[in-house]
């Protein structure tokens, strides 16, 4: 017997996950490796973002910039980074959230000011981006891209103060959203987070001297980092040598807003966020899953990679045997090649393969984290079918999604989202399933051990900062995706 039989994924079937936001980082050490530094940070960050990437360094005289399109490894090799020497880097990964994916969005941004060069890395969106742009064109300012990052920059570049760091707390004050933002200024690092606290962001020492700050804790544990912690919301970090100084720039809201999703998906599940474990967050999710949709069942299997600790916590608090079902391709990534027509038709994508011998005969529970535009669950369904499986109940470790995010994550449009038409037993019967069960907002909540603090405003529509929905006509004139 064939031990693998191929699935009928669509190459898009990414876009039935929630997509990263971007990914930061900023490095300030005593020697001139920060080149190497950011690039291994930045490589531990790619899974938030695989559409371009960029490190712009400083020597405290001028400021060189590498960017482009493409994977961390596609983008930089020894000869790209051997130009870049300082003290002192930024670097950005980018996934087109506000903004189309081309060149002149690619960030770092470096913008010439009466100040010197400036460098900008940014991640998360700014609700009143439109709005701060009509201004700064108004003010003749020349825009040059589609990103509310270039808007950041060119208001910094423009604001009061007599350090950036002065300049930084003068305008954020003027920003609607999550930002988690790092400057590049001669021989300084300047980085910032959100009153809202939306996106992650921390800090850790090298143990060579100085510091690095980053998206996720595992960038900064992949660097030998000690002393790690999070940036707080609302504050602003000075990094220049081996100094770190902090500064509260903003009182955090009083109505915190971290993004749910880090823990179901988004970041690495060595990541440690609000003080808790990503791995064992998912692992709660499960556990909480399978209380509230119990099912007769033989085998629990998840949907590689991010629900995999679900499924562990799922079996775990069922005593239902978990074992994988699934084989996924990891290299497939993100290819220049495109299908044939033939293969798109057919929607082979060399994803994912099964393992019939752990599905067939058997009544399976097949765990995911998420189902927002229904059209990979489907065919991942009829493949475990296909195996020979008897059943497929499929669960899932969050909320049915029927809002779209204005904060940062692609989520599509209210006419994309499959929760935001069907109720759950259409979108069963639309995937196949033999059942359906989503985790509710409060067990959601109970598994996370929070009552509060968080955004899920793409379960609930209610959202922590107030939008418009006017937004979502941008959101679709920037090819369907929000920053």
């Known amino acids: 017997m064939d031990r693998e039989r191929s699935v009928n994924v669509d190459p898009s079937s990414d876009l039935d996950h929630p ?15 920060v080149a190497r530094l950011s690039f291994f940070g930045l490589y531990a960050l790619q899974h938030r973002g695989q559409e371009a990437a960029g490190i712009a360094v400083s020597d405290g005289r001028a400021v060189r910039v590498h960017k482009d399109q493409g994977l961390v490894s596609q983008v ?19 996934y087109s959230t506000t903004g189309s994916n081309s060149d002149r969005n690619v960030q770092p941004y470096v913008v010439e000011t009466m100040y010197g060069p400036l460098g900008v890395a940014h991640n998360g969106n700014l609700v009143n981006a439109d709005q701060l742009r009509s201004k700064l064109l108004e003010r003749g300012a020349g825009l040059q891209s589609s990103s509310d990052s270039e808007v950041l920059a060119l208001m910094l570049a423009a604001a009061e103060g007599e350090t950036w760091e002065e300049r930084l707390a003068s ?3 003027s920003w609607e959203g999550a930002f988690c933002l790092a400057l590049l200024a001669g021989t300084k690092i300047i980085v910032a987070r959100d009153p809202w606290g939306f996106r992650p962001l921390s800090i850790g020492q090298l ?7 980053a998206s996720e804790t595992g960038a900064l544990r992949t660097l030998n980092c000690e002393s790690i912690s999070e940036v707080e919301p609302g504050e602003i970090i000075v990094l220049q040598g081996n100094i770190a100084r902090r500064m509260q720039a903003m009182a955090p809201k009083s109505q915190q807003a971290r993004c749910t999703f880090e823990h179901i998906y988004f970041s690495r599940p060595d990541a440690v966020w609000d003080g808790l474990s990503i791995h064992q967050a998912r692992q709660n999710l499960g556990e909480e899953l399978a209380r509230q949709h119990p099912v007769e069942a033989d085998v629990v299997v998840p949907v590689p990679d991010s629900s995999m600790p679900a499924a562990i916590g799922y079996a775990r608090a069922s ?11 990891r290299y497939i990534g993100r290819t220049f090649i495109e ?35 229904g059209t990979t669950s489907g065919p991942l369904v009829r493949l475990v079918r296909e195996a020979g499986a008897a059943e497929v109940h499929v669960r899932v470790t969050c909320p049915p999604i029927a809002h779209p995010c204005f904060f940062g994550v692609d989520m599509g449009t209210y006419d994309q989202l499959i929760a935001h038409q069907l109720g759950v037993p259409e979108i069963a019967a ?3 399933a033999d059942s359906l069960g989503f985790l509710s907002v409060d067990a959601m909540m109970k598994a996370l051990g929070r009552d509060e603090g968080y955004c899920n405003a793409c379960f609930t529509g ?4 107030p939008v418009q929905l006017s937004m979502l006509s941008s959101k679709q004139r920037f090819d369907g995706v929000l920053a």
């Open 462 to 465: 209610s959202y922590p900062v």
């Open 207 to 213: 143990p060579s001297g100085g510091h690095v700050v």
């Open 430 to 432: 639309h995937i196949g």
């Open 319 to 329: 005593g239902i045997e978990y074992n994988e079902g699934f084989v996924k391709n």
């Open 19 to 33: 997509h990263e936001e971007c990914g930061v980082i900023a490095v300030s050490s005593t020697t001139d490796d």
């Open 76 to 94: 930089f090799d020894a000869g790209t980074l051997d130009p870049l020497v300082g003290k002192q880097a930024i670097g950005h990964t980018r």
């Open 339 to 373: 299908p044939t027509d033939e293969l798109r038709r057919q929607g082979v994508a060399l994803k994912f393969n099964t393992l019939p011998e752990n599905l067939a005969g058997k009544r399976v529970i097949m765990v995911d984290d998420s189902i927002v535009r």
């Open 171 to 173: 305008v954020m004050g």
